[in-house]
T-cell receptor, first 114, second 113 residues
Framework: AQSVTQPDIHITVSEGASLELRCNYSYGATPYLFWYVQSPGQGLQLLLKYFSGDTLVQGIKGFEAEFKRSQSSFNLRKPSVHWSDAAEYFCAVGARANAGKSTFGDGTTLTVKP | NAGVTQTPKFQVLKTGQSMTLQCAQDMNHEYMSWYRQDPGMGLRLIHYSVGAGITDQGEVPNGYNVSRSTTEDFPLRLLSAAPSQTSVYFC????????????FGNGTRLTVT
C-alpha cells in the first residue's frame, strides 16, 4: 500500500522569501504524485502533478515540484511567496495497483508574514 | 460550469439521526469519492465509485453508506450519526480514477451533538 508523509505541520515564511514544502512517499513502483492547495473554507485545488518524464514539473501560481526517486520525495517549491499563498498544502499519491484510492498526507499549513 | 457541488454546506445533527450528504458533478466523470477531513489527519477516503452501479469501501467506511445510480450523483448516507462523525466532508471526482487529478467540492461541515 502507498503512504505519504509531510514532515512539516506548520511553516511560516516572510512575504518574498522562498518556500519549500516537503513530501515523502512510499510505493514500490512509479507513483502518480500530486500537490493540492486548500484555502480556508474551500475544497482542494490541484497545483501540479507528476506522472512520468521530466522530474521537474511546473504548476499554477508559480509553484514547481521536483520528483526524486532516490529520495522518494516530491517537494514543492516557490521562489517568492505572496501573502495570498497562505493556505494548507496537501501531497497525494495514486498508484496503478490501487487506482481507486488516493492517499493524502496530513497537510502543511503555510503562514506568510508581511 | 458548476464542477462538483455539495449540499448542504453546514449541518448539525443529534446522535442517532440519519441524513444524506449530496454530491453532484457535471463533468461526466466516471470516478467519484468521499473523504472526511479532521484536524491533523489529512483526508481519509470513506467510499468511492468507478462508475454508475459500482461502489467500494475506502479507509474509513464504517457508519456510512453510498450508492451510485447515475454518473452525476454520489450521495453519502449517515445511518445513525455519532459524535465521532463530526468532520468536514469532501466529495471529489475525476474522469477515470485516482491516477488523474481530483476535482473537489467545497465541503460539508457536519457537527453531531
Amino acid at each position: 500500500a502507498q503512504s505519504v508523509t509531510q514532515p512539516d505541520i506548520h511553516i511560516t515564511v516572510s512575504e518574498g522569501a522562498s518556500l519549500e514544502l516537503r513530501c515523502n512517499y512510499s510505493y514500490g513502483a512509479t507513483p502518480y504524485l500530486f500537490w493540492y492547495v486548500q484555502s480556508p473554507g474551500q475544497g482542494l485545488q490541484l497545483l501540479l502533478k507528476y506522472f512520468s518524464g521530466d522530474t521537474l514539473v511546473q504548476g499554477i501560481k508559480g509553484f514547481e515540484a521536483e520528483f526524486k526517486r532516490s529520495q522518494s520525495s516530491f517537494n514543492l517549491r516557490k521562489p517568492s511567496v505572496h501573502w495570498s499563498d497562505a493556505a494548507e498544502y496537501f501531497c497525494a499519491v495514486g498508484a496503478r495497483a490501487n487506482a481507486g484510492k488516493s492517499t493524502f498526507g496530513d497537510g502543511t499549513t503555510l503562514t506568510v508574514k508581511p | 460550469n458548476a464542477g462538483v457541488t455539495q449540499t448542504p454546506k453546514f449541518q448539525v445533527l443529534k446522535t442517532g439521526q440519519s441524513m444524506t450528504l449530496q454530491c453532484a458533478q457535471d463533468m461526466n466523470h466516471e470516478y467519484m469519492s468521499w473523504y472526511r477531513q479532521d484536524p491533523g489527519m489529512g483526508l481519509r477516503l470513506i467510499h468511492y465509485s468507478v462508475g454508475a452501479g459500482i461502489t467500494d469501501q475506502g479507509e474509513v467506511p464504517n457508519g456510512y453508506n453510498v450508492s451510485r445510480s447515475t454518473t452525476e450523483d454520489f450521495p453519502l448516507r449517515l445511518l445513525s450519526a455519532a459524535p465521532s462523525q463530526t468532520s468536514v466532508y469532501f466529495c471529489a471526482s475525476s474522469y477515470s480514477g485516482t491516477l488523474e487529478p481530483l476535482h473537489f467540492g467545497n465541503g460539508t461541515r457536519l457537527t453531531v451533538t
